[in-house]
Nanobody, 114 residues
Framework: QVQLAEFGGGLVQPGGSLRLSCAASGIAFSEYVVSWYRQAPGKQRDVVAAIASDGSTHYADSVKGRFTISRDYAKNTVYLEMNSLKSEDTAVYYC????????WGQGTQVTVSS
């Protein structure tokens, strides 16, 4: 059975950094597009970053230059390194494998506040 779990969320001050992890079992990240989405209360869930099997990446304009998505195939884990965090980055962050109709994790809360 496919299971995804996100880790690394928490409270951070503006300008700080966090690294989110998405660990998988029952599926190999190397075979699928892996994406990070985020959703704030009352807002639409939007893609933040994605990485394909060939290593190509995509970032939302709002996070370009601040966030980096990466993979560790040995650990079957993807990461989202978030730097220069802003209050507007506050949201629940979700990992998705195989597109939006694929597999999803439970989400991890990121709160950026003084």
């Amino acid at each position: 059975q496919v299971q995804l779990a996100e880790f690394g969320g928490g409270l951070v001050q503006p300008g700080g950094s966090l690294r989110l992890s998405c660990a998988a079992s029952g599926i190999a990240f190397s075979e699928y597009v892996v994406s990070w989405y985020r959703q704030a209360p009352g807002k639409q869930r939007d893609v933040v970053a994605a990485i394909a099997s060939d290593g190509s990446t995509h970032y939302a304009d709002s996070v370009k230059g601040r966030f980096t998505i990466s993979r560790d195939y040995a650990k079957n884990t993807v990461y989202l390194e978030m730097n220069s965090l802003k209050s507007e980055d506050t949201a629940v962050y979700y990992c998705a494998v195989g597109g939006p109709r694929g597999y999803w994790g439970q989400g991890t809360q990121v709160t950026v506040s003084s």
